[in-house]
C-alpha cells in the first residue's frame, strides 16, 4: 500500500527535535513494505499547515490513504476527501498546553476542543495512551505507544559513555530529558527532587539535561546516567522513558502519560506523585541499592519493538482499508498486557 505521511519537521543531525520517534516508526514501516510520501510541515505554524495542503491533495491522487501525526497535520489530511484518513494524536494537541504553574494555556485549550472534533472526521484514530482515548471517548482508537529501536538503544558500558561525552566517571549523574524552559516538563520540580534525595544520601548528585541532542547520541546520555526522572505535568506516551527502560537505565517518574502502566511491575523503577519528598525517597533508594532496571525485558514483553509496533499500524491501515478486521484488540493492548512484568 502506498500512504502520505504529513508531520512536523522531523530531526536532522544538525537539528534534533521531538519528531524522532516518529522518523523511526516511518523507517519500520517502510521496512514492513510501506510505500509512502512525507509531507513535513514547515514554517509559521497556520501559514506552514495552509502550505502543505495543496502537496497532499496532489499526492493523495496515487495513494491508499493518509496519515497524519498531530492534531494540526490532521487537519491538513482532512482537506482531502479522496482517501481514508488516519490521525495519530501525540500527547499535547488532546492534553493541552501549559504556561509556566501549571496553568493550561487558553489556546492550547481551543486547540485541543478543536482536535476532539477532528477526532470523529477521522477514518482510523490512534493515541498513545488510555488516558489520551479518555479524552476523546465519543470515538473509537487504538492505544499503539511509538515504538523503540532496541538496536539502537540498548545497555553500554557506563564508563565508556562518561568517557565519550566528558563526564566525571565518579560522580553520580541524574538525567532530565526534555527543555528545561518548557513548563510542561516541570524542571523546577527535578531540580527539587535532586537537591531533596542529596540530603538524604549525604553527597552530590549531578543534574544533567537532555535536550538538542543529536537522536544518535541520545543512548550515550542515558546510559552514562545512574537513574532519569519524568516530571512533566503531560505526556502521551513520552518514548524517552521507553528509550530508558530499554538502556535499563533506573526511571523516577511521576504518573503522566502511561508512564505508570510501562513500569508497572517493572523492577528498578519508580513512579510517585508530584510530591517532592516522594520523588526524592525513590531516587535516593534507587541510588542507594543500586537496584538494576529490567526495563529492557519489560519492553520485549510488551511487543513495544519497532516491528511490533509497525505491524499493530499496518493492522489499522488494513482495517480502514476494508482488508481486514481483526485490530479491535489494539485499542486495550497496553493496559491488557502491563501486568506480571
Not at 12 to 37: C, H, I, T, Y
Not at 103 to 111: H, L, S, V
Request: glycine share 8%; proline share 6%.
Amino acid at each position: 500500500m502506498r500512504v502520505v505521511m504529513i508531520s512536523p519537521v522531523l530531526p536532522k543531525d544538525n537539528a534534533p527535535g521531538s519528531m524522532a520517534p516518529a522518523a523511526r516508526q516511518f523507517a519500520s514501516l517502510r521496512e514492513a513494505g510501506v510505500e509512502m510520501d512525507v509531507v513535513e510541515v514547515r514554517g509559521q505554524k497556520g501559514f506552514g499547515y495552509l502550505a502543505a495542503v495543496p502537496r497532499v491533495r496532489e499526492l493523495v491522487k496515487k495513494a491508499d490513504l493518509v496519515h497524519a501525526h498531530y492534531g494540526y497535520c490532521g487537519w491538513v489530511g482532512r482537506c482531502q476527501s479522496r482517501v481514508p484518513l488516519v490521525i495519530s494524536f501525540m500527547g499535547s494537541d488532546l492534553l493541552g498546553t501549559f504556561m509556566r504553574g501549571g496553568i493550561r494555556k487558553p489556546t492550547g485549550w481551543a486547540a485541543v476542543q478543536a482536535n476532539i472534533r477532528l477526532a470523529s472526521r477521522a477514518d482510523a484514530v490512534i493515541v498513545k495512551s488510555a488516558q489520551m482515548a479518555g479524552v476523546i471517548s465519543h470515538v473509537h482508537s487504538h492505544i499503539v505507544p511509538n515504538g523503540v529501536d532496541l538496536d539502537h538503544f540498548r545497555p553500554l558500558d557506563q564508563a565508556q559513555t562518561r568517557a565519550e561525552l566528558g563526564w566525571q566517571p565518579d560522580a553520580t549523574h541524574i538525567l532530565f530529558p526534555g527543555d528545561p524552559g518548557n513548563p510542561r516538563k516541570n524542571y523546577a520540580l527535578a531540580k527539587k527532587v535532586v537537591a531533596r534525595a542529596e540530603a538524604r544520601l549525604g553527597r552530590p548528585l549531578k543534574l544533567m539535561t537532555l535536550w538538542d541532542i543529536s537522536p544518535e547520541r541520545v543512548p550515550l546520555y542515558m546510559n552514562a546516567s545512574d537513574a532519569m526522572l519524568m516530571m512533566s505535568l503531560r505526556e502521551g506516551s513520552p518514548n524517552v522513558v521507553k528509550e530508558a527502560m530499554a538502556c535499563n537505565v533506573p526511571v523516577v517518574s511521576v504518573p503522566v502519560g502511561d508512564v505508570a502502566e510501562l513500569l508497572d511491575g517493572v523492577t528498578g523503577n519508580h513512579v510517585r506523585p508530584y510530591d517532592a519528598d516522594q520523588l526524592a525517597d525513590a531516587l535516593a533508594e534507587l541510588l542507594s541499592l543500586g537496584t538494576p532496571s529490567a526495563g529492557r525485558d519489560a519492553m520485549l514483553a510488551r511487543g513495544l519493538d519497532l516491528e511490533g509496533v509497525a505491524r499493530r499500524i499496518i493492522g489499522i491501515y488494513e482495517s480502514v482499508l476494508g482488508r481486514d478486521a481483526s485490530v479491535e484488540q489494539d485499542r486495550h493492548v497496553l493496559s491488557n498486557s502491563s501486568s506480571g512484568i
